[in-house]
């Protein structure tokens, strides 16, 4: 059984700071990339970032380019976001997501739950 356990989500200033977290723990054999998605009320589920496990190949939506900035720690099965100048339009439910193979030995993709983000005044 394989669980991405999102963390660090909550309510913020525009203009503020977040750093989310997301360990992935389970019977996991490799991770091949992890990242983040998010989605807003009335909207589909979007790319925000990602990163490859082993070379740290990075990819972002344009809206966050030069705001947000996604890492890992591969000892700890960990990604991070971390969040500065944040605005409105940020608001949304934060999802992690990591393509890896568990102990089955097949390729699959994984979420997890979510976790809020609010940037209001």
């Known amino acids: 059984q394989v669980q991405l356990v999102e963390s660090g989500g909550g309510l913020v200033q525009p203009g503020g700071s977040l750093r989310l977290s997301c360990a992935a723990s389970?019977?996991?054999?490799?991770?091949?990339?992890m990242g983040w998605y998010r989605q807003a009320p009335g909207s589909q589920r979007e790319l925000v970032a990602t990163i490859t496990t082993r070379r740290g190949i990075t990819n972002y939506a344009d809206s966050v380019k030069g705001r947000f900035t996604v890492s890992r720690d591969n000892a700890k099965n960990t990604v991070y976001l971390q969040m500065n100048s944040l605005k409105p339009e940020d608001t949304a439910v934060y999802y992690c997501?990591?393509?890896?193979?568990?102990?089955?030995?097949?390729?699959?993709?994984?979420w997890g739950q979510g976790t809020q983000v609010t940037v209001s005044s």
């Open positions: 389970g019977s996991i054999s490799s991770i091949n990339a």
């Open positions: 997501n990591s393509w890896l193979i568990a102990s089955g030995g097949v390729m699959a993709n994984y």
